[in-house]
């Protein structure tokens, strides 16, 4: 049985386009697997706790050694690795937070990457083969040839973060998102629109059969 893992991680609740994609995109994979499963997390109402010295050496020290401290921060790290485990396909949504992705989904990333996501003697990552996309928004302009190019951080960074765990992120990308609410992007508006529109249309052909017999 199919298994979709859809994590959250925008500040913005309703009013988040990152949430509006990925709800976009498990609507999507339901109409696809309706026999599936999902699993759902709101890094942005729950975050994860950041790795700290009480107990952020837990994937250090044998088990058997760990501090309270470390073996709750362990605990909720293989919690977080048998999530993606049991996953076929994750679905993240990142918004950029100052050029870059938001605490949340970083400490995500630091929970899922030890023993059970990287095996420990060959460095090979345990959980490649799974589909993850990342739905993606920016509230300005990042294109190549703009002032900007090369300032989302969070983009670039994810890719490198997980590599060690095997995944390989896709990402479809709304940008210019706060041209309707910010009177300086007004003339931006038109992009936006057709930048939302070209994210919502990649969506919709995630799991679309690429021909129909007739």
């Known amino acids: 049985m199919a298994h979709l893992l859809h994590i959250d ?8 386009v990152s949430r509006r994609l ?26 994860l706790p950041h790795l700290d010295t009480a107990g952020g050496l837990a994937r250090m020290v044998p088990p058997e050694d760990h501090t309270p ?18 996953a076929d396909t994750i679905l993240l949504g990142l918004p950029l937070y100052n050029f870059g ?17 990287v095996d420990s003697e060959s460095g090979t990552g345990l959980l490649g083969g ?27 960074w994810l890719p490198h973060g997980v590599s060690m765990t095997g995944l390989e992120p896709r990402f479809i990308t709304a940008e210019l998102t706060l041209a309707e609410t910010t009177p300086a992007m007004a003339e931006l508006i038109p992009l936006a629109v057709k930048s939302l529109a070209a994210a919502e249309d990649a969506i919709d052909r995630l799991w679309t059969p690429a021909s129909v017999a007739v």
């Open 101 to 117: 992705a938001p605490s949340s989904v970083k400490s995500w990333v630091d929970h899922l990457i030890g023993p059970g996501s």
């Open 22 to 47: 990925s709800a976009r995109a498990a609507d999507a994979w339901r109409a696809a697997h309706p026999d599936g499963t999902v699993t759902y997390r709101d890094l942005g109402a729950h975050p």
């Open 130 to 156: 799974r589909e993850f996309i990342v739905l993606a928004s920016r509230g300005g302009g990042y294109a190549p040839g703009t002032p900007r190019d090369g300032w989302d951080h969070a983009e670039q």
């Open 69 to 86: 401290a470390q073996a709750a921060s362990w605990r909720l790290s293989q919690e977080v690795i048998e999530e993606v485990r049991q």
């Open 9 to 16: 991680s925008s500040i913005k609740g309703d009013q988040s």
